[in-house]
Structure formats: C-alpha cells, structure tokens
C-alpha cells in the first residue's frame, strides 16, 4: 500500500502522532472495542520506568480474567541476544474478577493487595514507586488513592529487572475460557525519574461462540486435530503497518520554536516491541519468528530489512547497537533519504504464526536536554490474517471439563 506524502516536510512530526498514512478495511484485532483476550506487548518494570495497567470490565455482569507475566529479559542484560544469551520467558499467573461496569488498575513493580478495608482516596497521596516510600507505593498504607476502588483480587509484583508482556484471558467463575468480549485495556509507561509518560491501548481478541472452553485458545485459522470446532477467537494479524519518524530525524515543532537558532535543536528514535501469538504457558518454549521489514519513504522509495526473536522483543530501529536490538541503519534518516516512514512489519513466510506490537518514539530536545515519548498501536488489515495461533494455558490452572 503506498500514499502520498508530499505534505510531511511541512508538519511537525510530533503532530503526526495518530496520523494514520495507511487505512485498513476492517481490523483483525480491536484497541477500541471490548474483548475476551487482552495482550499488553509492552510492560516495563526495570527501575528506570513502570508500567501502571487499567482494566475495565464493560459488562453489566461480574467478569473474570486469568493473568500472565510473561519476563522477556535476557538471562544475561550486559549481553546482546543470541543462542547463548536467550530470554528468560518465566511466567507469573494471577487471577482477577471485576463487578459490573468496574475498572481496576496498579502498578506493576508492587502489585496490588486484596485489602477489603481499602478507604476510598483519604490520604490523596499519587502512585509512586520509590523504594525510600514504601507506604505511598501500591499496597501501602497511604496510597489508597493509587489504589482506589474494589480490589480486583491479589495481584503479585513482577520480578526486579522485568521487561516483557501481560496477557489476560477471560474465563467463567470456574476458569474455563469464554467468549464473553468484556475486557478492555491499557498501559501506560511511567519515566521515574521524570514522571514523563507514554500510554497505548491493550490489543483485543474477540471471542467467538465456537469456544470449547478447553485449555488449548484457537486464534483464528479453521477447523484442526487441536481446533476442532475451529477459530475460537479473531485472527492475529499478519501485517503491522506503522508511520513513523526515520531515526535521528528532526522534530520541526521543536526546530520551530525560538529557543532554537542554529537547527536540527532535536532529533526523534522509535522503538517497536513485539511477542508472538502462539504462546504454550504449559511448555515454555516459545518458537523463534523472523521478522521481515519493508518501508517506504516519502518518495515511494523502498528497502527491506529482517532480525529474528523468540518469546519478547523490543528494538530500536535504526540502531547498530547490538545491546540495543537495533535493526539496521538503514532506518536512519540520513540512510533512508527522508524523515518519514511507513513500515510494513510481518512474520517471514514460514512462519505460522502472527505477532502483536506496539511503537513508541522518543523525541529529544537537544538544547534543553529535554525527553518525551509517546506510544502508539499499529495498524493492521483483516485482509491479512497469519495462519492459526494457538495460547496454550496449563492443565492445572483450568478446570478440566
């Protein structure tokens, strides 16, 4: 799909954000509407930024979800990704229950306590995750505010150092997976130092009535040994496609104000972070996808571009830092001959599986020293579907039929 884009050059690329150059027909997963799987690619707990999740249950009847962690980190963080240097992929589960019409929302570092006592917002102390402050921290004593509304019941801290993704999956009060499309979702990424957030919607799956409620979640594709009543849920997408800032391109709202006198005062970097579709929560051992790129610049120029991951990946795009998952520098803006892109991103053929992702760019003002992000979903075409996914979820925490 290709677009014209003679006007960029005359926007702000901060003002792109939400821009969207491409427009799918219909999505093959949802960020708008209610559903029964919930992914957050995208959960940082690592001591420089958190993650603060909110749930809402769009029902008029009490809903229940079955919750995992699942730590992407590298076993060794001071080495780049490899075959010897894997990521952790260890999974924490919890469950949770929402009333009618209730949003629950924490903190991901502290977790949430099952406290029925809770007052409601006494103290009017904000979220904080410091550990010199434990008592205005999620579950302390004064953050009743961070903590405001009905427990959702007891949700568990992440591990020190975590960085990887939340899946919530909806189930009936006995833990069998149901279609009931209640959930919806989002995340916001906090700067700790800064308190400079960035914030996107959780990605939907749709449930359809031909679940059997077994363990084995059927993600679109037809009728196998292993789904044999079909696709349970919507397909996940084959094809991303996102519009972003070529990296170190400028940000011309910023160029544009009178602080700057001798531009570029700025420049923008972009992040994209992806997990597989097919998850086995039983077996832990996710299958590694290669990943294919191919961006058009703003004169319909191409290029293409590849890398590979398994479980959890975050890369900078444009970057040769292997400690950064860069890419390849052809992203740059000085290497892709233009300051906008649209990116195709798409499991390698091969590959039987979809991805879900998320973008965030980074835009540095270089004269003040000054940071900010801002984070985006994709877009994707339900024309485009990858051939079946299956989430698989451990034999002991369902109930067998």
Not at 235 to 255: E, F, L
Not at 272 to 285: G, H, L, R, S
Not at 318 to 328: A, D, E, K, T, V
Request: net charge negative; hydrophobic share 35%; charged share 15%.
């Amino acid at each position: 799909m290709r677009r014209q884009r003679g006007l960029v050059g005359l926007m702000g690329l901060a003002a792109l954000v939400g821009l969207g150059l491409a427009k799918p027909v219909a999505a093959a997963v949802t960020t708008e509407q209610s559903a029964s799987i919930l992914v957050f690619p995208k959960v940082i707990s690592d001591g420089t930024r958190d993650t603060i999740i909110q749930i809402t249950n769009t029902s008029n009847n009490m809903r229940h979800a079955h919750c995992f962690y699942t730590n992407g980190a590298l076993t060794n963080p001071s080495l780049p990704v490899g075959p010897l240097n894997p990521p952790l992929w260890t999974e924490i589960d919890f469950d949770i229950w929402l009333t009618k019409q209730q949003p629950t929302h924490w903190v991901v570092s502290t977790g949430r306590l099952d406290n029925p006592g809770d007052a409601t917002c006494l103290h009017q102390t904000p979220c904080v995750t410091d550990p010199s402050k434990p008592s205005q921290n999620s579950g302390g004593d004064q953050a009743d505010c961070c903590d405001a509304g009905l427990d959702p019941g007891h949700i568990p801290p992440v591990v020190p150092g975590f960085t990887g993704e939340l899946k919530c999956i909806e189930v009936d009060q006995g833990g069998f997976p149901i279609p009931g499309n209640a959930l919806k979702g989002e995340a916001t990424l906090e700067e700790i130092a800064t308190s400079d957030v960035s914030k996107y919607n959780a990605i939907g799956l749709q449930g359809f009535d031909t679940n059997n409620m077994d363990n084995v979640l059927c993600i679109g594709g037809g009728v196998t040994e292993q789904c044999p009543t079909g696709a349970e849920y919507q397909g996940c997408p084959a094809t991303w496609i996102i519009d972003h800032p070529a990296t170190g391109a400028p940000d011309r709202v910023v160029d544009q104000q009178s602080f700057c006198k001798s531009p570029p005062c700025s420049n923008v970097t972009t992040n994209i972070t992806v997990v597989p579709c097919t998850e086995n929560f039983e077996t832990q051992k996710p299958p590694p996808v290669t990943l294919q790129f191919k961006a058009y610049n703003e004169y319909e120029q191409f290029f293409s571009a590849s890398t590979t991951f398994s479980c959890w990946g975050t890369f900078d795009l444009g970057s040769s830092n292997p400690l950064s998952n860069g890419i390849n520098p052809i992203f740059n803006a000085a290497n892709a001959g233009g300051e906008l892109l649209q990116t195709f991103v798409r499991a390698a053929q091969g590959t039987p599986i979809g991805v879900m992702m998320v973008i965030e760019e980074t835009h540095n003002d270089t004269v003040n020293t000054l940071t900010a992000r801002n984070a985006q979903n994709g877009v994707t075409s339900f024309q485009d579907l990858a051939g079946q996914d299956l989430i698989t979820i451990p034999a002991d925490q369902i109930q067998q039929q």
